[in-house]
Nanobody, 114 residues
Framework: VQLQASGGGWVQPGGSLRLSCAAS????????MGWYRQRPEEQRELVAT???????NYADFVKGRFTIFRKNLGNTAYLQMGGLQPEDTAVYYC?????????WGQGTLVTVSS
């Protein structure tokens, strides 16, 4: 499984960005795609996930601001981020979980500053 993430960049506080993650290879039905982030000097943390059936899960700190959705027969996951704040500055990683296997994309940097 290969994951290609894109969409990071710089945005001012209050702004929006959309991240995308395209999965290819041996993609199975019943997987979970998601986004994690790692802020400077912090551990990687979950942001949002979505099952192939469309059930989503969000970290409390992004509820109401970020939305995860999937397209392309579920093989592309998006993270629509709004109301971005400096504390959202991080490297964002996409992830696919298939059974007990986890696959990671290369990470995309999101910087929120004025």
């Amino acid at each position: 499984v290969q994951l290609q993430a894109s969409g990071g960049g710089w945005v001012q506080p209050g702004g929006s960005l959309r991240l995308s993650c395209a999965a290819s290879g041996d993609i199975f039905v019943g997987n979970i795609m998601g986004w994690y982030r790692q802020r400077p000097e912090e551990q990687r943390e979950l942001v949002a996930t979505m099952t192939s059936g469309g059930s989503s899960n969000y970290a409390d700190f992004v509820k109401g601001r970020f939305t995860i959705f999937r397209k392309n027969l579920g093989n592309t996951a998006y993270l629509q981020m709004g109301g971005l704040q400096p504390e959202d500055t991080a490297v964002y990683y996409c992830n696919v979980r298939q059974g007990e296997n986890y696959y990671w994309g290369q990470g995309t940097l999101v910087t929120v500053s004025s």
